[in-house]
Nanobody, 121 residues
Framework: QLHLVESGGGLVQPGGSLRLSCTVS????????VGWFRQAPGKEREGVSC????????RYAPPVKGRFTLSKDHANNMVYLQMNDLGPEDTGVYYC??????????????WGQGTQVTVSS
Protein backbone atom coordinates (compact mmCIF):
# COMPACT_ATOMS: atom_id res chain seq x y z
CA GLN A 1 0.00 0.00 0.00
CA LEU A 2 1.53 3.29 -1.11
CA HIS A 3 0.83 6.73 0.27
CA LEU A 4 1.65 9.70 -1.96
CA VAL A 5 1.93 13.32 -0.86
CA GLU A 6 2.63 16.13 -3.32
CA SER A 7 4.24 19.46 -2.56
CA GLY A 8 5.81 22.35 -4.42
CA GLY A 9 2.82 23.87 -6.16
CA GLY A 10 2.13 27.58 -6.14
CA LEU A 11 1.75 30.73 -8.17
CA VAL A 12 4.31 31.40 -10.89
CA GLN A 13 4.54 33.91 -13.71
CA PRO A 14 4.42 32.80 -17.34
CA GLY A 15 7.83 31.58 -18.42
CA GLY A 16 8.72 30.58 -14.88
CA SER A 17 9.58 27.23 -13.35
CA LEU A 18 8.37 25.04 -10.51
CA ARG A 19 9.46 21.70 -9.15
CA LEU A 20 6.82 19.42 -7.76
CA SER A 21 7.76 16.75 -5.26
CA CYS A 22 5.98 13.54 -4.39
CA THR A 23 6.87 11.83 -1.14
CA VAL A 24 6.19 8.12 -1.34
CA SER A 25 5.66 6.04 1.79
CA UNK A 26 4.36 2.61 2.63
CA UNK A 27 6.62 0.76 0.25
CA UNK A 28 9.69 1.21 -1.89
CA UNK A 29 9.34 2.96 -5.25
CA UNK A 30 11.10 0.07 -6.87
CA UNK A 31 8.77 -2.01 -8.96
CA UNK A 32 6.16 0.72 -9.39
CA UNK A 33 5.34 2.85 -12.38
CA VAL A 34 5.04 6.47 -11.30
CA GLY A 35 3.82 9.62 -12.94
CA TRP A 36 1.89 12.84 -12.83
CA PHE A 37 -1.61 13.82 -13.90
CA ARG A 38 -3.15 17.26 -13.93
CA GLN A 39 -6.63 18.68 -14.03
CA ALA A 40 -7.34 22.17 -15.28
CA PRO A 41 -10.51 24.01 -14.25
CA GLY A 42 -13.48 22.73 -16.24
CA LYS A 43 -11.41 20.07 -17.99
CA GLU A 44 -10.87 16.36 -17.64
CA ARG A 45 -7.87 14.99 -15.84
CA GLU A 46 -4.97 14.29 -18.21
CA GLY A 47 -1.72 12.38 -17.96
CA VAL A 48 1.37 14.57 -17.99
CA SER A 49 4.22 12.14 -17.64
CA CYS A 50 4.93 8.62 -16.47
CA UNK A 51 7.89 6.35 -15.92
CA UNK A 52 7.06 2.72 -16.42
CA UNK A 53 8.58 0.08 -14.16
CA UNK A 54 9.66 -1.70 -17.37
CA UNK A 55 11.31 1.21 -19.17
CA UNK A 56 14.49 3.17 -18.67
CA UNK A 57 13.19 6.62 -19.49
CA UNK A 58 9.98 8.50 -18.78
CA ARG A 59 7.28 9.40 -21.27
CA TYR A 60 5.69 12.80 -21.70
CA ALA A 61 2.43 14.10 -23.08
CA PRO A 62 2.97 16.27 -26.20
CA PRO A 63 1.95 19.55 -24.51
CA VAL A 64 4.76 19.25 -21.95
CA LYS A 65 7.47 17.42 -23.84
CA GLY A 66 10.69 19.41 -23.80
CA ARG A 67 9.53 21.55 -20.88
CA PHE A 68 8.82 19.05 -18.08
CA THR A 69 11.18 16.46 -16.61
CA LEU A 70 10.12 13.54 -14.43
CA SER A 71 12.77 12.12 -12.12
CA LYS A 72 12.95 9.59 -9.32
CA ASP A 73 15.09 9.33 -6.21
CA HIS A 74 14.94 5.74 -5.09
CA ALA A 75 17.19 6.31 -2.09
CA ASN A 76 14.72 8.81 -0.63
CA ASN A 77 11.57 7.36 -2.19
CA MET A 78 10.76 10.60 -3.99
CA VAL A 79 9.33 11.49 -7.38
CA TYR A 80 9.81 14.91 -8.93
CA LEU A 81 8.37 16.91 -11.80
CA GLN A 82 10.52 19.80 -12.95
CA MET A 83 8.38 22.22 -14.95
CA ASN A 84 10.00 24.92 -17.06
CA ASP A 85 8.69 27.62 -19.39
CA LEU A 86 5.28 27.44 -17.77
CA GLY A 87 2.27 28.95 -19.45
CA PRO A 88 -1.31 29.66 -18.34
CA GLU A 89 -2.34 26.40 -20.01
CA ASP A 90 -0.32 24.54 -17.38
CA THR A 91 -2.56 25.80 -14.59
CA GLY A 92 -4.31 23.07 -12.68
CA VAL A 93 -4.14 20.59 -9.84
CA TYR A 94 -1.24 18.19 -10.25
CA TYR A 95 -1.47 14.65 -8.91
CA CYS A 96 1.28 12.16 -8.26
CA UNK A 97 0.29 8.62 -9.25
CA UNK A 98 1.70 5.13 -8.93
CA UNK A 99 0.77 1.62 -9.96
CA UNK A 100 2.35 -1.81 -9.90
CA UNK A 101 1.54 -2.20 -13.59
CA UNK A 102 3.11 -0.50 -16.58
CA UNK A 103 2.30 2.95 -17.89
CA UNK A 104 0.98 4.94 -19.55
CA UNK A 105 -2.39 3.87 -18.25
CA UNK A 106 -5.73 5.46 -17.52
CA UNK A 107 -6.27 4.05 -14.05
CA UNK A 108 -3.66 4.09 -11.32
CA UNK A 109 -4.08 2.40 -7.97
CA UNK A 110 -2.44 5.14 -5.98
CA TRP A 111 -3.07 8.89 -6.09
CA GLY A 112 -1.88 11.80 -4.05
CA GLN A 113 -4.20 14.54 -2.84
CA GLY A 114 -2.97 17.02 -5.45
CA THR A 115 -1.10 20.31 -5.43
CA GLN A 116 -2.30 23.49 -7.12
CA VAL A 117 -0.20 25.10 -9.82
CA THR A 118 -1.28 28.51 -11.06
CA VAL A 119 0.51 30.27 -13.90
CA SER A 120 -0.51 33.90 -14.09
CA SER A 121 0.96 37.35 -14.32
Amino acid sequence: QLHLVESGGGLVQPGGSLRLSCTVSGSSLAGYSVGWFRQAPGKEREGVSCWSNREDIPRYAPPVKGRFTLSKDHANNMVYLQMNDLGPEDTGVYYCVADAGTCPRIAYNYWGQGTQVTVSS
